[in-house]
């Protein structure tokens, strides 16, 4: 194989010196030509050397050290020349002659060191070429928009493309989170730079490669032209620290996630909240009712099995996005991202209804309490665990088998009621004024006259009629707000519809449970209206005060 590319090589060549010969050939007949015409014009000038200086130095280029004969026969011929015309003899002719010589010494010279230069500028790229291909690491180069020009064989080995299917494709289509890389380019792009990064790639078979990669610019007259690269394979490394990391924050027993675990991702949660103050989370404490009575009972062993399942059924329950984790004991806990606390409390009712209707071997039938709050912007990781916790707790103390929600506005929802709301709530306009103490009324009489377990019909009703006057209390204060100009008239009304879904959800997951605890809904209710006239009423209140 070597020697026929050698041979097609030295035919190549020698198909390329006969052409340049005939073209310096053809090039002297022309100029003989037109040597002889100047001559019949103007006889005795000395025109001859000067147009032969042309192809002395192409063959100087071409042929090198061979143009020497051609120069030789040129100053011969000149020779003849100059002494046919019967010219006294002077110093003009070996002038002429010197300067041949000379012209074809410095351009043979020059082609001399031209063609050292590129063959070892050929050994070099031989060199590299043969270094980059069988490299075990990837090594390529790209334009200044990311787009592959070169890259080495063994990519194929690693990820699985040819060097023809990647290359004239963008070098960030192959990674996983190219956005992030994209502007750290640009920033090496700028600055000349160079740029390490540990990138997860992604294989032909999309599977998760993960690289070292060392970015270097290059550059040409001061300017940024490309950027070489070269990527060593870590992914192994990287998943035995997965695997090891996975093992550190395991539950041994039940194979979930364990409270270290669960701990690192409320701190993700608070972090995305505090970039994002309308991002919702919620969190839902789980305890089994009676767990000591079913080790005291049936053993250790059968606890264990109950403590798999129960962590099985949660499991199966949540989104595949939800993060559940056991707590300590026989404690569990949940938390639902992007989720607030109406969506919550359906997953909490769904959760307690799987458990309560599972069959356990040997143990039968048994149930779970749940504490449950939604986040409190600014509110500190060990406060909120203590808000949930004390949820648990109004859990146990309602009898078990059941949901309670931890209420930021008073720890005791009954205390509300002695709050003289007219100092903090009152806007200056009656109408508005009164529908508000209508509606905390409403719900008031509710906690007053029912136990707190209390039929599907009576609480659907309940919840319809304090929806209905919702509405009309929208419409009316949406009037008032067009009338006064408020400027974000657009927004409230936007809350005033989110408020409405709100409580027909509330209704829809109460019509699914059958049952619900009357101070759980009142909690959710004063979060609902309360917690609207604090955060939003209060921003239009200027604009009746001031007119007073």
């Not at 050397?49 to 026969?73: C, D, N």
């Not at 609480?459 to 006064?484: A, P, W």
Request: with cysteine; hydrophobic share 40%; net charge negative.
């Amino acid at each position: 194989m070597s020697n026929h590319l050698t041979k097609n090589k030295e035919q190549k060549l020698k198909k390329q010196d006969t052409i340049r010969l005939l073209l310096v050939l053809l090039l002297l007949l022309f100029l003989l030509f037109i040597s002889y015409i100047m001559d019949m014009m103007s006889p005795g000038e000395n025109t001859f050397t000067h147009l032969f200086y042309i192809p002395v130095m192409l063959s100087a280029a071409w042929f090198r050290k061979k143009a020497y004969i051609l120069t030789i026969v040129l100053s011969i011929f000149h020779l003849f020349h100059e002494f046919g015309y019967h010219q006294p003899l002077s110093f003009d002719p070996a002038i002429r002659i010197l300067a041949l010589f000379v012209i074809t010494y410095v351009m043979v010279s020059l082609s001399e060191k031209n063609k050292s230069l590129q063959e070892s500028l050929v050994t070099q790229l031989s060199t590299v070429q043969l270094t980059t291909d069988s490299a075990g690491d990837i090594i390529g180069r790209c334009d200044s928009n990311g787009n592959i020009v070169y890259i080495s064989p063994s990519v194929e080995r690693i990820l699985g493309y040819s060097q023809d299917e990647m290359k004239n494709h963008s070098i960030f289509d192959y990674m996983l989170d190219p956005e992030k890389i994209q502007k750290l380019l640009i920033e090496l792009l700028s600055t000349s730079d160079e740029l390490r990064e540990e990138i997860q790639f992604l294989s032909k078979s999309n599977c998760s490669v993960y690289m070292n990669t060392v970015f270097s610019s290059i550059k040409y007259n001061e300017a940024v032209t490309g950027v070489v690269f070269m990527c060593h394979d870590v992914s192994e490394r990287i998943y035995d620290e997965i695997s090891v990391k996975e093992e550190l924050y395991l539950d041994e027993l039940t194979k979930i996630h364990n409270r270290k675990y669960i701990d690192e991702v409320f701190k993700q949660e608070i972090a995305h909240n505090d970039k994002d103050p309308q991002y919702p989370f919620s969190i839902l404490m789980l305890d089994i009712d009676h767990f000591k009575h079913v080790n005291d009972t049936f053993g250790h062993p059968e606890g264990d099995q109950v403590l798999i399942k129960i962590a099985d059924i949660m499991k199966n329950a949540l989104r595949s996005n939800d993060y559940l984790a056991r707590y300590g004991g026989e404690e569990f806990l949940i938390i639902l991202p992007n989720t607030d606390i109406f969506i919550a409390w359906d997953v909490a009712e769904r959760i307690r209804k799987k458990i309560a209707m599972y069959s356990f071997p040997k143990v039968n039938h048994l149930t779970i309490s749940i504490g449950l709050t939604a986040y409190i912007p600014n509110t500190t990781q060990q406060k909120t665990y203590e808000y949930v916790d004390q949820a648990l707790y109004m859990a146990k103390n309602r009898g078990r088998n059941c949901v309670a929600i931890f209420s930021h506005f008073n720890q005791n929802v009954l205390d509300i009621l002695e709050v003289n709301w007219e100092k903090e709530y009152t806007c200056g306009e009656d109408k508005i004024d009164e529908q508000h103490i209508k509606l905390i009324q409403k719900i008031n009489s509710f906690v007053k006259n029912h136990q707190e377990k209390i039929t599907v019909s009576e609480l659907t009703y309940l919840l319809s009629d304090i929806n209905k006057d919702l509405m009309s209390h929208f419409t009316f204060e949406e009037y008032l707000l067009r009338k006064y100009n408020y400027p974000n008239l657009g927004e409230h009304e936007r809350i005033h519809n989110q408020i409405i879904a709100d409580v027909e959800h509330v209704i829809t997951v109460c019509r699914r449970h059958k049952m619900i605890d009357s101070v759980l809904l009142y909690q959710m209710l004063l979060d609902i209206i309360i917690g609207h006239m604090e955060t939003e009423d209060k921003k239009f209140f200027y604009l009746f005060q001031d007119k007073q």
